[in-house]
């Protein structure tokens, strides 16, 4: 249940079991102890695990233009082409068997990729 929902439901079982006390002349502090311990305890939100990110880099990109791809449980976010005076998105971008690889043409000294947990 959302919080608000869960206070509302608290606040009537506090205003019904105070109701019930001054009519039948019971003490108010009692009640209200009995009030809360009765009422619903909210359950801690669940919380998301943390997003992982690592860098992979290759120099190898003189000889093979650099094929990299990230682990099994991972996913590929980026890839830069990094050149003697620039750098650049990756345009050669494979998928074999659900797994992403990304690769720099000749030019290109090294390749960064960004790997995130999925």
């Given at each position: 249940?959302?919080?608000s929902t869960m206070?509302?439901?608290?606040?009537?079982?506090?205003v019904?079991?105070?109701?019930?006390?001054?009519?039948?002349?019971?003490?108010?502090?009692?009640?209200?102890?009995s009030?809360?311990?009765?009422?619903?305890?909210?359950?801690?939100?669940?919380?998301?695990?943390?997003?992982?990110?690592?860098?992979?880099?290759?120099?190898?990109?003189?000889?093979?233009?650099?094929?990299?791809?990230?682990?099994?449980?991972?996913?590929?976010?980026?890839?830069?082409?990094?050149?003697?005076?620039?750098?650049?998105?990756?345009?050669?971008?494979?998928?074999?068997?659900?797994?992403?690889?990304?690769g720099?043409?000749?030019?290109?000294?090294?390749?960064?990729v960004?790997?995130?947990?999925?």
């Amino acid at each position: 249940m959302r919080s608000s929902t869960m206070m509302l439901i608290s606040a009537f079982i506090i205003v019904a079991v105070l109701a019930v006390a001054t009519r039948e002349g019971g003490s108010r502090a009692g009640l209200i102890e009995s009030a809360a311990a009765a009422a619903p305890a909210e359950a801690p939100a669940p919380v998301p695990p943390p997003i992982t990110f690592r860098a992979v880099v290759s120099s190898s990109c003189a000889a093979d233009g650099c094929p990299t791809t990230c682990s099994s449980d991972e996913a590929l976010v980026s890839a830069i082409c990094i050149g003697p005076t620039s750098a650049k998105f990756s345009d050669r971008l494979t998928v074999a068997d659900g797994q992403m690889t990304a690769g720099c043409g000749p030019t290109s000294s090294q390749i960064v990729v960004s790997c995130a947990r999925k």
